[in-house]
């Protein structure tokens, strides 16, 4: 018995002149890339722009790719498995671009000697434009073939998608004033420096004036237009930043050279710091290449050895701050196994994390636990092991049951799985930029943007989602 992924052909003998057969495929910016990497063609005619980069004229696909399809028809369907090429006539007669839906179809003209086949071919777009027509001769297959349909191995490209989506909305919003502490060096000045470009910040900088002209000098920028305070000492520095926001100086801190116990130290401070009744937590936002919503990550920074009462803390503000992204939170609470075991602590964490999320004690995001990596990110995995739950197989948010796998979890998808990788700490009175001295520049921008949205949040219950957007809500 056939299943539905099983493929026939039609040998030389079961051919007539006349049989026809088709396909359908829309060009994406993703064929193209994929061309270029098999074909070696970057002409950058036929590749998409990179990111960042100023509008191009739209690609046009490579006209090989567009005779490839033909025989993408001639192997599959008609004659199917088991056919070989002899020769292939193209006439290119119009371009194509990404987002044309391309109709392929193949038809018998001629029957030579076996196993010899003559076919037309003939490839058309969407507005009935004959964009190529040929003629293959192929060796059709002269016995039965019928096999499964092969699944071929997926492939990633590291293409960005999420992140420039949340720094354009960012920048739709006033910029937030934010202290930059110790921004002395390339990377701590240069990344607020692109987020004052992109539109997303105000920053005002404290630290040591001679070091941070001496790194705006090797990244050839001009700092006069903006406020430089003078403050040597890093921890001095660092309350300096938070008194101003207290003042309402300002709207958000931002990490720069210096050791984050320093800056944490003044955010924490009983009286003087930014503490807003709430354990505050660092959140890694992952913007991974397999996944289609970001990915959060808490904790993987502040909190070293978490209790459950310290937990409900780290889950509600990686719930809060995926909101603010716009990002339907399902939390995944992780341990190294997804049953109850008395003996592993996390995992009864987990289920009481869980419950307290059924009866409304943390709000705004479906929790579950205990599951592992595997069944919380992965449906098969998850149905495997015979979990059924909202959360399971499709979680976007994922709590470690410590800092230690926390910080690992989010640096094996940033080292290993190339995702790219933005955090920030919440839970305080204003939001926290805690990145690291090794960041570049494109991961304090994003942090810079979460800030922004995470900030508008806090201040209206609800997600940016554009200024045209916000603009009719407030007429409401």
Known sequence: MKTAKTITNKTWAQLQVGDSASIERVCSDRDLLLFAHVSGNTNPLMLPGEEGARPAPAPIAPSMWVGSLVSAVLGNILPGPGTLYLEQDLQFLARVHVGDRLKVTVTCREKRAEPVVVFDTLIVNDKGETVSKGEAVVN???????????????????????????IALAAQLPRLKTVVVCPENQNSLGGPLLAWEKG???????????????????????????????????????????????????????????????????????????????????VFVLDTLTLDDLLFVSDAAINIAPDLLTKVDIVQ????????????????????????????????????????AERGQI??????????????????????????????????????????SGNMLAKELTFVSHAEAAGLVVGAAAPVMLTSRADNEKARLVSCALAQLYAYWRKNGRAFTGAAADKALAAE
């Open 317 to 356: 503000n990686a719930i809060d701050l995926a909101l603010a992204c716009g990002v339907e939170p399902k939390v995944g609470v992780l341990s190294a196994v997804e049953i109850i075991n008395p003996a592993i602590a996390s995992t009864l964490d987990a289920a009481v994390l869980s419950k307290m």
């Open 140 to 166: 059709a297959p002269t016995q039965t073939i019928e096999t499964p349909e092969r699944e071929l191995p997926p492939l990633i490209l590291e293409e960005k998608e999420q992140f420039p989506h949340l």
């Open 363 to 404: 709000r705004g995001g479906f929790v579950d636990g205990p599951l592992a990596m595997d069944n919380a990110i992965d449906m098969d995995a998850a149905r495997t092991k015979g979990i059924a739950s909202l959360v399971a197989g499709r979680a976007n948010v994922l709590i470690a049951p410590n800092l230690e």
């Open 200 to 282: 997303l910040i105000e920053p005002i900088f404290i630290g040591d004036p001679q070091r941070i002209a001496a790194a705006a000098k090797e990244l050839g920028a001009d700092i006069a237009p903006f406020t430089v305070i003078d403050e040597k000492n890093h921890r001095a520095a660092a309350a300096k930043a938070v008194a101003m926001v207290r003042a309402g100086e300002a709207g958000a801190v931002m990490k720069g050279d210096l050791h984050s116990d320093d800056l944490l130290a003044a955010v924490v401070a009983k009286e003087s710091g930014l503490r807003a009744g709430r354990r505050i937590s660092h």
